[in-house]
C-alpha cells in the first residue's frame, strides 16, 4: 500500500479543504464532512493495524522522499509497535471528539477547520522519523490548540490559551537547539531518528548530556512533569469538552513518546544515569498530582490534575529501563488517553446540564442519573486503577518493573497508586451518592452522548482482560528500546 501513512496524515487536510468549500451558514453539513473525513481516518488506521505484521523488528511502511536535500532533511514516516497504539489512539479520540463538538455553536466553520489542522499535526508526531518532520508537526497542533482554547474556551479562555502558549514554545524552541546540536554533531550530518540511533553515531558524552536535557525539558512541558504543569489546569478548565478530550487524550502522549523514541534511542548511556531522578519526578507528579486533586472544587480541575499523576506511571516505567517497565508505560499511555478521555466526556455532559462544574453542586446523581451514574462509575474504577479494567494492567507493570530496581521509589510509587483510588472514591462519593439537592432534575444521558462514550468503555474492558490485545504489537518495539541500553 503506497503513501498508505501519508494518506493517515493528510485526510484531515482535505477534510479542511472540503469543510472551507462549505458555506458557514450550512452547519450541519460542516460537521457532518468533518465527522466523515475523521471516520475515514480512523477505518484507514484500523486497517493499519489489521495489515500490521506484529513479528516483523523495525519500522514498517516506511517512506522517504528528499525534501531539503542540500541539509540532508528528508520527508519520512514510519510506524511501528511505539507509535501504532497512539495513531489508533489519536484516531478514534478524534472521532469520538469531533462528535462530541455538537456544543459548539459559534462559528462552527472555523472551529472545523482548525480542528482538521489539529489532527494533521498529531498523527504526523507520531509517525514522522525525520527530527525536522518530527518538530513542524509538534509545532503544528501548538497553533490550533491556541486558537481552539483561545476563541471556544471558557470566561478566562485568553489566559489559558497564552499560558499554553509560552509555555509548549519554550520546551518547543529548546528542543529545536537539541534537534540542531545532534545534526551538527553527527557524522554524517543527519536528521534521521533510525541512523541517529546507529551505535556508530555517538557523539561526544558531555555534548550527549547537554542534548538530553534539553530534550528532555522540552518533552517535560508537555507531559507535563513537575513543575512545568501549571499550564495543564488552566488549559483543561477553559478549553471546550471535545478539546480537553484531545488535549488529555493525545498531547500530553505526545511528550513521553518523544521521551521513548528521541531521547532513548539517541542517549541510551545519558538515560541510564537518568533514570533515578527520572524515577524521583515520576513519584513528584504521582503524589503531588494525586494531592493536588484532592484539593479541587472544580470537576474538570480535579481530573485535569489526576492526569498529571497517571503521567507520573509513564515516567516510572521510562525509570525501570526494562522491558516490564517500558511495555507497563507505553500501555499506561494508551490506557489513560482511553480512559480520561471518556472521564473528560462524562464532565462535559453534567456541566451542559448544569453549567457549572463546581463538584459542590452535585449529589445524590445515582437516583436521577443512572446511566450517568453508571459510565462515570466504570470510568472512575477504571482510572483508579481496578483490576479487570485497563487501568490496572498498565500501573502494575510499570510497578512490576521498577522494584527490582529502584524498590523505594517503587513503595512510593505504591502510595501514591492509593491516593489516586482514594481521589475518585470520593469522587464518586460526591458526586453520585447521599441526598440528591433539591430542586435539581437533570435529564440523564441520552443515546448519542452513552454511544459516543461507549467504544471506550469497550475498550477499557477489552484491555483489562485480555490486555496482550495492545501489547503484542510493541513487544518488537519494546525490546528494541531494550537493546539499546
Request: with cysteine; charged share 10%.
Amino acid at each position: 500500500m503506497p503513501h498508505f501513512l501519508t494518506w493517515i496524515i493528510f485526510l484531515p487536510l482535505i477534510g479542511a479543504l472540503a469543510v472551507a468549500l462549505i458555506p458557514a451558514r450550512h452547519e450541519k453539513c460542516i460537521r457532518a464532512t468533518a465527522i466523515g473525513f475523521n471516520a475515514f481516518v480512523l477505518v484507514a488506521v484500523v486497517v493499519l493495524c489489521a495489515v500490521f505484521d506484529r513479528t516483523q523488528i523495525g519500522m514498517q511502511f516506511s517512506e522517504s522522499h528528499p525534501w531539503i536535500p542540500q541539509l540532508n532533511i528528508f520527508y519520512s514516516v514510519g510506524v511501528d509497535g511505539l507509535s501504532l497504539a497512539l495513531v489508533f489512539l489519536t484516531a478514534l479520540l478524534g472521532l469520538l471528539a469531533c462528535l462530541a463538538s455538537g456544543t459548539i455553536t459559534r462559528q462552527v466553520k472555523e472551529y472545523y477547520l482548525v480542528y482538521q489542522v489539529l489532527m494533521i499535526g498529531m498523527l504526523g508526531t507520531f509517525l514522522a522519523l525525520d527530527l525536522v518532520v518530527f518538530y513542524i508537526f509538534w509545532e503544528t497542533v501548538l497553533i490550533p490548540m491556541f486558537f481552539l482554547i483561545g476563541i471556544w474556551g471558557g470566561a478566562r479562555r485568553e489566559y489559558a490559551a497564552w499560558k499554553f502558549f509560552f509555555y509548549t514554545l519554550a520546551g518547543s524552541v529548546l528542543m529545536l537547539l537539541a534537534i540542531l546540536g545532534v545534526y551538527f554533531t553527527s557524522t554524517p550530518h543527519s536528521f534521521n531518528m533510525i541512523a541517529l540511533a546507529n551505535p556508530g553515531l555517538r557523539i561526544n558524552f558531555g555534548f550527549q548530556c547537554v542534548m538530553f536535557l534539553l530534550f528532555f525539558l522540552g518533552f517535560a512541558v508537555k507531559v507535563p512533569v513537575f513543575p512545568f504543569h501549571t499550564w495543564l489546569p488552566d488549559a483543561h478548565v477553559e478549553a471546550p469538552t471535545p478539546v480537553s478530550v484531545i488535549l488529555a487524550g493525545v498531547l500530553l502522549k505526545m511528550g513521553t513518546y518523544g521521551l521513548f523514541r528521541i531521547c532513548l534511542p539517541l542517549f541510551p548511556d545519558v538515560i541510564l544515569i537518568f533514570a533515578w531522578p527520572i524515577g524521583i519526578l515520576g513519584v513528584v507528579n504521582l503524589i503531588y498530582g494525586a494531592c493536588a486533586a484532592f484539593a479541587q472544587t472544580d470537576f474538570k480541575k480535579m481530573i485535569a490534575y489526576s492526569s498529571v499523576s497517571h503521567m507520573g506511571f509513564v515516567l516510572l516505567g521510562l525509570a525501570a529501563m526494562n522491558a516490564t517497565g517500558f511495555n507497563g508505560a507505553i500501555l499506561e499511555m494508551f490506557n489513560h488517553g482511553i480512559i480520561t478521555g471518556a472521564m473528560f466526556l462524562l464532565v462535559g455532559v453534567l456541566y451542559e446540564r448544569s453549567h457549572t462544574r463546581e463538584l459542590a453542586a452535585f449529589g445524590g446523581l445515582a437516583s436521577t442519573m443512572p446511566r450517568y451514574a453508571f459510565f462515570l462509575t466504570f470510568m472512575a474504577l477504571a482510572s483508579l486503577g481496578l483490576p479487570g479494567l485497563s487501568g490496572f494492567v498498565g500501573e502494575f507493570m510499570t510497578l512490576a518493573g521498577v522494584f527490582p530496581y529502584h524498590s523505594k521509589i517503587g513503595i512510593v510509587g505504591c502510595v501514591g497508586l492509593i491516593a489516586v483510588a482514594a481521589l475518585f472514591l470520593l469522587m464518586i462519593k460526591r458526586v453520585l451518592w447521599g441526598k440528591p439537592r433539591e430542586g435539581v432534575a437533570w435529564p440523564d444521558m441520552n443515546v448519542f452522548e452513552a454511544g459516543v462514550i461507549f467504544p471506550l468503555v469497550v475498550l477499557t474492558l477489552v484491555v483489562g482482560f485480555y490486555p496482550e490485545a495492545v501489547l503484542q504489537f510493541q513487544k518488537n518495539a519494546v525490546d528494541t528500546l531494550v537493546n539499546f541500553l
